[in-house]
């Protein structure tokens, strides 16, 4: 069977590969896993004002007996402050809200945007990919500032409103969720179209000539076809969009009033405003459970589906 | 194919209108192609064809790529629109009918199996476009899957089966809602030579079981010639000659189907006499070929002679009794199939012709061999005379 090689480890490998192996290993241990443990270790310190703004510090000098001190001196009070605060949850909630409407919208959007692309002319495509991808190429904080010009009482927007008649006074943009939505939909576009772009037109045209030689009509056909297969290219452009989304920070700030609290504000002030290292850190870690978690258990559900295939 | 033997050489000569059992007169074809025409922009792929098949047939077309054979088949699929022409099934014009809704299937030459859907829900994915109730489909599929063998693969998908698997299952998808015409392109390609040719014979006892018209598109010769009982070889966007294998290989009309199907020497020469059972053929480096020509030909004319390999006789001592045409050469290469070998003779005119024989024996008392002089011969009836 042709799929059982893919899987199965290559024997006798040599020193060399071995060690190619181990790079992106070392890259995640340095990079994330070294790091994380310090926000862990932070979450679980108190805050003081001292410098750094926490206690208790690791300090090898002081041995067995200090590293023992140090542990006890650890605790989940910053966690229980989480828990006991309606704040922090109504942050968290907000966040995952907005995350979850605002990819909503882009997968409903970026669809069709991506369909268009991967049926265009070959030629055409590249030029139309290349257009998606273009806003990059200017700053994102000049894009979300341009934003604000557009969304205000005066801007673009609102003249144009008031000019077409559709409204006969300007109407509030800014400082909305519908600025938040706007700002977030129009940032996160490429995330969801690339992905999706990629996997419609990686599909076998065959399959769709299949599909009606078989009696479908077209609109069946993408019912039944090419829907469930782009269905890794859904999964990867949600999953780009969702999780950045939930801690993003930027965009509902400048766009965003003080009704449109998400957790990267609140990451934020306690940060920066209030100086309270271990709570942040804290609110990061829940963030990061919060994300990791069903991504976990929907790649271990795939796997399952995969196996029982076999 | 017939390989003749060194002493009695048994040539046949096909006899016309015994092969026609499947055209009466009365009967109406299945499918008619009438005067298609077919063009991408300014490029011709298929140009003013006129094409019946009758019900029952097992139809090949055969032809080198690009030769339109493709774009035939999905024209008559419907994913293609012809510019000009109509093309009929059971005697109703197609037109614009889309591909969905006609009354025939294909099997992919990639197979274009749905990844995501088992074996079982990819036999059953006609049916249920049909509407058709949950156990008939249930039982049509299980009928299927007998049919190819494939009943402990049900529910796999399409990326664990193997390429002949898979090739079973395109099958099988494609006969789920038992299609006037099954269209079949390139079925075997992708399949290793042995296996093959164990399927085309599964797809030949299918078709007689089944009784289903079967359109081929291949660009094998020898798979047309074996699946087939007539075969259209098409050149650029036409066809240049219909009959059954027989008839296609022993009496090609035109040096490029002679040329085409099977292997040929083509000797070029000019007419010099003629009768009805002899005509004298005066080749370009002087040989004399006396023929039977089976045509009307004015002497004078340009005429191409066209002898397969197995047909010539080749030994390494003058024959006892000379026969009309014999020729000398040396062998300057020696082609070792194992069933039979292929002898390049550069004769002394200069020519090369290429001999087969039949290695009917396993060890041959003297084998002929590389630089030997060499008598080649042929029966007057062993050749055709080609216009064109």
Redesign the interface.
Known sequence: MMGETAGRPVEGRSFGARVIVLVPYLWLAAFFLGPFLIVVKISLSQITMTQPPYAPLFDAAAGWEGFKAFLAALSLNNYATLAADPLYLEAYLKSLEVAAISTAMLLVLGYPTAYGIARAPRRLQAVLVMLVILPFWTSFLIRVYAWINILQHDGLLNQVIVALHLADHPLTWLSTDTAVFIGIVYSYFPFMVLPLYSTLERMDAALFEAAADLGCPPWKTFWVVTLPLSRPGIVAGVLLCFIPIVGEFVIPDLLGGSSTVMIGQTLWTEFFANRDWPTASAVAIVLLALLVVPIVIYQHQQLRELERGR | MEASNCFIPPTVSASSGSTHRLASAAQIPLVQFQAVSKRYGQLPAVEALTLDIYQGEFFALLGPSGCGKTTLLRLL???ERPTAGRILVDGEDLGDT?????P???M?Q?Y?????LTVERNIA??LK??GIPKNDIARRVAELLALVRLERYA???P?????GERQRVALA??L??RPRVLLLDEPMAALDKKLRQDTQFELMELQAKLGTTFLIVTHDQDEAMTVANRIAVMEHGRIAQVGPPVEIYERPNSRYVADFIGEVNIIEGRLISTTLERALIVTDSGGHLAITPGVDLAPGAITWVALRPEKLRIAAEPPRQAPENLFVGTVGEIGYLGNMSVYKVRLDSGEVWKAAVANTTRHADRPIVIGERVWVSFDCDATIVLTR
């Open positions: 699929a419907g994913f889309p591909p969905h809704r006609r025939v299937n294909m992919f990639s274009a199996l749905f990844p995501h994915f006609g476009q049909e529910g796999r998908k990326d664990q089966l193997s390429g998808r494609s789920a809602k």
